[in-house]
């Protein structure tokens, strides 16, 4: 195996999200030498970080443009890297900002880009990306017909980096000029801060609800259950359309997918839109007044009952645990 891959990482104060970290593992895959671009203030933490999962060189661009989720600025910094040196698989971790950076990229350089991945592999000397599609019940493999591949990861798809030999990553500055339309965006809000906010992405736990919550006065009882466990909430589609939670909280194909160690799904019938979204957790535990719910047929653990009364009882039981 040879070639060079690069492995975008946006880290939030030192912290490197584990599905950029994932992607690392899948350019390990098809690639012998993988690098990254980290954007963000230099953090010694986030270069170790990256050398342990076999990370050999860390490409620091870091200027007061890419402090805020602009997509210009990091255009500007990997079509010059690009441009510079030659990388022939470029890895990223969608989400809103990196959408408009792939696909910047992608038209500047001419590259060809897939999204949406899961999984990347080398076949007969080609790269092959495997891709969900028709409302996930279809397994698609994808290839690339050009130079750089930009191969977009689906978000929360990734898991932790199995063991590499570490590293110790050679760090270099990234100096570039950027252009005034570049460096003179302002942020004056921003709406995706409430998505980092909600934790879901990197819960251990998550107790979630449905439109079995019945209305929006249960949402508390969830957001019990979450405190006494150390979790977070989540919550299927009808409870964002009906008002009762905000999207940011949303899991599934239209929102967030998540993986943590332990899910709850309370009144959530397991529809299969939902399921994308949270069928890798570690532990699922169903709890639904249906027997015949769907979600029964793909959970760890199920309670036939009404979640008014198993969820109170269930964090009245922790707490008592807790104290004892
Ligand atoms: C393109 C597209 C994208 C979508 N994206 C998403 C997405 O991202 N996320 C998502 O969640 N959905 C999504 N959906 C919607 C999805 O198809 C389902 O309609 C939705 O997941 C159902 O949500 P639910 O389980 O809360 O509600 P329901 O299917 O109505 O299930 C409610 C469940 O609660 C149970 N219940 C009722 N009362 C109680 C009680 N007191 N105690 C315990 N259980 C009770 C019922 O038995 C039932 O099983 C999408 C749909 C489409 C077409």
């Keep these: 195996m040879t070639g060079r891959a690069l492995v975008i990482v946006d880290h939030q104060a030192g912290v490197v999200g584990q599905g950029q970290l994932g992607l690392v593992a899948q350019a390990r895959a098809v690639r012998e030498t993988v690098e990254a671009l980290l954007f963000g203030a230099p953090s010694a933490e986030a270069v170790e970080l ?72 080398m076949r007969d000397g080609s790269l092959v990306g495997t891709r969900m599609a028709v409302q996930d019940t279809v ?20 898991g932790p980096v199995p063991p590499a030999e570490p590293l110790v990553p050679t760090t270099r500055d990234v100096d570039v000029e950027l252009s005034p339309s ?32 019945g209305g929006p006065e249960n949402i508390a009882l969830l957001e019990d259950l979450a405190d006494v466990l150390g979790g977070v909430v989540g919550v299927s589609m009808p409870v964002v359309d009906k008002g009762w939670y905000p999207y940011s909280h949303q899991v599934g194909q239209t929102g967030r997918t998540v993986r943590p160690k332990l899910y709850i799904a309370c009144g959530i019938s397991g529809a299969m839109q939902h399921r994308v979204g949270m069928s890798r957790s570690g532990t699922i535990v169903a709890i639904n007044t249906d027997p015949r719910a769907p979600v029964f047929g793909f959970c760890d653990f199920g309670v036939v009952g009404d979640l008014t009364e198993v969820v109170p009882r269930l964090a009245a039981l922790l707490r008592a645990d807790v104290r004892a």
């Design 182 to 213: 570049a460096s003179a965006v302002r942020v004056i809000r921003g709406a995706d801060s409430a998505l980092a906010m909600t934790g879901l992405d990197t819960a251990d736990i998550i107790v979630s609800g449905g439109r079995g919550l």
């Design 139 to 158: 397994v698609v493999e994808v290839g690339w017909s050009g130079l750089p591949a930009l191969a977009v990861f689906r978000a929360g798809q990734l």
């Design 50 to 121: 990256l050398g342990r999962c076999g990370v050999s060189t860390v490409h620091l661009a870091s200027s007061e443009a890419l402090n805020v989720p602009v997509a210009q600025p990091r255009v500007e910094v990997l079509i010059d890297l690009l441009r510079r040196e030659e990388f022939d698989v470029v890895l990223l971790e969608n989400s809103s900002l990196v959408a408009d950076v792939a696909a910047a990229a992608a038209v500047r350089l001419d590259a060809g880009v897939n999204w949406d991945l899961a999984a990347l592999e």
